[in-house]
């Protein structure tokens, strides 16, 4: 791990080479489990939950035992020094000044990066609203790891809500970061959001088919498959990869088939009405009957309600258990190597570049739309600006470093105008030729043209002949 | 203890010979407290309370402590988990493979049983709604031997919610089992119950008699005394004691006047206003002023509210304080016995055999009346099945075994009919001849003649000829 | 610290000379941290919290953990026994035989003290409703005396609400037995309260100056200075301070500022609504850019709504992070003292004497008027009396040992009477010539008429003929 990140909050956060060694050192953890007692023998751990979670809390707090470290707990703070007023940042900077690492679960997007960014200690995201859940993810991968010895071109089956579980969203990354090519199979309404398959496929390179595409003998063996998402192999191999591919892939059946609850907490009004009227079907043995699902993983994050019956749970299929069990030496692993008590070396083969994005630099026009980000919130406005990086051209988006969910501004200008290079002070629209050439550290953006204006630019002829639409 | 029976659900689990081990163990750990820690290093205990209990988790948690183990708690739990739809026994699966040993409190009679059978680790059973407390009753006796050097023989009286007290169910069998005469002294409309009676009297062979048979020179001592229950010191020796027997034990006083709290949070709307109308005698030093109770042991399982005077706090026949202050050294035995770090050789001369009865072998007709019951539960339905042992023929009683509240079902048949050894399918009634002959493996029982019906049985002769009464 | 007080309920529990030894060996153990992990080996701590405070229970909890000792956690307490209707001493008795030490937070004032006399171990206050939160002011001096070496001598301004905050009331008594000059500058209509200002100015011999006294130049610099107290620095030497000297001394600036936040789930419905119309300023470093406040220290206790403004907290003259971080330490080293692993020697020139006002003897008259003290709650009424110690004759003045609430009441007798030596049960005018004679082991006081009459006392003819206003 890098040594300006010992934090993990999103599971971008780990490139793959750092994600196999944690798996290396969770395993060797979990095959000698009585000599790790003693590894963080004075070091203390706050566990922060603002979101009751006790399955996940324990997960933690056992790990820090195991390694014979402290714990000290807060799973009530949501009533105390929230209904004060107090902002996450000064809590981070006390808690910080105490403890040695912290794990940090709360309902707002991008709570768990705040933390990070100001406690001065270690950080662990333990889930932060619909955002993200990366230790989740990291029991997932290893799971699916021990069980098929790689991830690298498996074909994971993602089953039920795949709009709201946080779990969802960083599996996908870490999935397609590390080359599974994904099934999307989710209930009626609930389907990974717009964000998450623009980061996707911009980022990650891979090609989304939707199921309409797929012929009929695919259909009836996955019959509630929604789109496919497949992760290139070798880089451009992707773009020829054609239907009959996608077909010929699927035809072989899926190696993990990953269920998971419908959120009911998140669900909106409309949305609670749906999942009455048409229930989702229960994975059971009759659905897994098929010969294409013979050596499929069935797994699930746990807590199940109705979507996996019981009586899969003598199926040697069913790695729920294990899945859940797994949390224990992962992040027994996670937190050793955070607290640098372990070396993990970094891996001389690591295929994962981070990702370096331009800054957006300037403090106007971009205001994260996400009613959940931490950066939105009363009492961490008092101190958060917006924060965002610019991770695409064409269409010009900008993505909050908080929550990531994405901008698409309609207007752009240059701030070069000021150094005296351009005559006027002129606004575009975001997708035409002009908007291009802005270099990413001159770009101002612009939410509508009433905000410009406020500024004191004025409409570029194109913006003046074609106020809502743009010609390329 | 068993090497398959390493949990405490009930105080039946433990024999005699068990509990005298463990008093020993415990009052050597109480004489060395410092030598303990480190017993139990790198040992993990979960604390799940699913009801809130300051005085006993803490106790629990204490113990693990004084013994050097960690604790990872959940007082919340009830918010969390089981908000989300959760099964007992998922989060028995799950937290059973995070940690070595379980305590579990939980508002559902029988969760404890259901913790213990999926956990894969011991399980200790720290109240169950109104089913069992046994801990407590370990603290209890302990106390009454550590003051009296025996319990067999004792008097003890039982005073005040002798109803919804759990404390007060696991503490009368097992002073049964000890061979102590109980005095039951309720407040009005808070008897012991039916099942527990019923149970103590087939059961541990004691004889049951009521307050009217006693004199008045007894009435006048002990003016709330409701029933006796004196258990045999020999086996069938107690059918030949005479009421003049009972009157001459109580003559010479009481041993112990164990008092309760009205567990109000659990009364009925009718309990309610009775309790407010007709307040139960507080006990204070005016009540035991009588020089029958100069050597009586005064006891409460604390909290208290108004029934115990803080006078008699100062009173050296009081032992309260000391008896939840045993609560940690008889914790620590426990903990340390079912961990196996404390080897606890079986005693010799171990008195209690295993009770041992059939198990009804049928899906049908048999369901748990007792609405309290795990086994009944939405979200326990789901894998547990009716689980039931037949404690008795005449009348023919099942018990559930989570909650260990009987059925008494009213029409019965064989299973053998099927095997073509019998000619017809018929039912009889339960309390026929008939019935009687049914060797236990072929018994089925059902609710109604309804029910016998719809699963293709045919009345008897004696059915048809008295349907709601029957002649033997 | 002296062997019959174990414990830290009030700031006055500890001497200047123990508070300057529990500094040195705070700083040791600040300077070698991971050395004192392991002093506290076997040791448990409660940490009973009826009120949620996050931030002081992880401080504590965070403290016993790198002392190597265990820690129970209530914050759930409030919800549990007190529900059942436990006293407070039944609760501190029994938690008090499973632990070495506990920490109690609850919302009446006084109940520190109670389970301080009943818990049979070391106690520490962790805030008792508006009474006193000592520990935080131990931090508050630590950090004061480490930034500016000394406190002696010392201006600190007290900024915000000083009606509520027990943190404020805690603090201004030990400023005054350290010798630090105070400035109040409340916000309007939350003025530190008469009961704090009569101890101070009776028991710590310091005068008192309203704002109207000073001149304008004195007025421009300090514009919400309300009042200042100024102690002597040596005995008698006040009374010759002129308010001349006084604006010499304010002229200088302030050594530290003292900022809290509006207690507002203390406050009256007048209070918050006078609260939202007319905000206190803010503290920010337009507020603080006078020359006078070059060298200030800002402070908080944390957590902060408005009152301070973020743009303070890369300011070098902030300490309040530090002061929130000295938490760990100093708790350190209070836990270490109170359970004796760490031997403290009284210093030599110990400069504060104990206080030892007489008791008031009887049970008559004397009844704490704070519906918040812990001696008139109903679960504690059945065991606790009222208890009082006369603090002063002229107004006579008894204290609530406590919430230390001040009673003055109007009528007194003497207990003479009974012993022959006088003629008549009279009573008198408390502040009469007669009352002043009564020798205060005899002094029996009412609180009316009514009540001396119905306790057979007559009327003196002073009463009889001046009945409602005394002469001298």
Redesign the interface.
């Known amino acids: 791990m890098s040594p300006h990140s010992k934090s993990l909050v999103t599971i971008d956060d780990l490139s793959h080479g750092e994600i196999d060694a944690l798996f290396s050192l969770a395993q060797v953890m979990s095959d000698s489990l009585?000599e790790q007692?003693g590894l963080c023998?004075?070091k203390?751990m706050?566990s922060l939950f603002f979101e009751?979670?006790?399955?996940t809390?324990?997960?933690f707090?056992?790990a820090m035992?195991?390694l014979?470290g402290?714990?000290?707990?807060?799973?009530?703070?949501g009533?105390?020094?929230l209904?004060?007023?107090?902002s996450i940042s000064?809590?981070a900077?006390?808690?910080g000044?105490?403890?040695d690492i912290i794990v940090i679960r709360h309902p707002w997007e991008g709570a768990a990066k705040v933390v990070a960014d100001y406690a001065g200690v270690p950080v662990i995201n333990a889930g932060d609203g619909g955002h993200q859940h990366p230790t989740q993810t990291l029991c997932d991968l290893y799971t699916i790891k021990k069980e098929k010895g790689t991830i690298q071109g498996l074909k994971i089956a993602l089953w039920g809500d795949l709009k709201y579980g946080r779990t969802i969203h960083s599996l996908i990354f870490a999935l397609a970061k590390f080359g599974a090519n994904i099934l999307f199979c989710p209930s009626p309404g609930l389907e990974v959001p717009e964000h998450i398959i623009k980061k996707l496929t911009a980022e990650y390179g891979g090609k989304m088919a939707k199921y309409a595409t797929l012929n009929q003998s695919v259909k009836n063996a996955f019959s509630f498959l929604d789109a496919v998402y497949l992760t290139p192999s070798s880089p451009h191999q992707l773009a020829m990869m054609s239907d009959l591919n996608i077909q010929f892939e699927l035809e072989s059946g899926v190696d993990a088939l990953y269920v998971t609850?419908p959120q009911k907490?998140r669900f909106t009004a409309g949305e609670e009405s749906r999942e009455q009227g048409d229930p989702f079907p229960v994975v059971d043995k009759k659905l897994l009957r098929d010969k294409a699902f013979r050596k499929t993983l069935v797994m699930h994050p746990?807590?199940?309600?109705?979507e996996l019956a019981?009586e899969m749970?003598a199926d040697p299929r069913s790695k729920y258990?294990e899945q859940?069990?797994h949390?224990?030496p992962v992040r027994m692993a996670l937190i050793a190597m955070l607290l640098g008590v372990k070396e993990v070396p970094p891996s001389p083969d690591d295929i994962t570049p981070a990702l370096d994005y331009p800054r957006y630099e300037h403090d106007s026009g971009a205001r994260c739309a996400n009613p959940r980000c931490v950066s939105v919130q009363k009492t961490e406005l008092?101190?958060l600006k917006p924060d965002f990086i610019i991770v695409n051209r064409e269409p010009l988006t900008l993505r909050c470093v908080y929550c990531e969910h994405g901008v698409e501004p309609k207007y752009v200008a240059s701030a070069e105008w000021h150094e005296g290079k351009t005559a006027t002070k002129i606004y575009h629209h975001a997708d035409s030729r002009w908007a291009r050439k802005i270099r990413p550290e001159n770009l101002i953006v612009f939410s509508s043209e009433d905000e410009a204006g406020a500024k004191g630019f004025k409409p570029s002829h194109d913006v003046l002949e074609h106020p809502s639409k743009s010609h390329h």
């Open positions: 009585d007692f023998r004075g203390i706050a009751p979670s006790t399955r809390r324990l997960s707090e056992t035992h195991r014979g402290s714990v000290i707990t807060a799973s009530d703070i009533a105390t020094s209904a004060k007023g107090e000064d809590m900077r006390v808690i000044s105490y403890v609850r907490e746990l807590p199940r309600v109705d019981y749970d258990f859940a069990a949390g224990v008092k101190y």
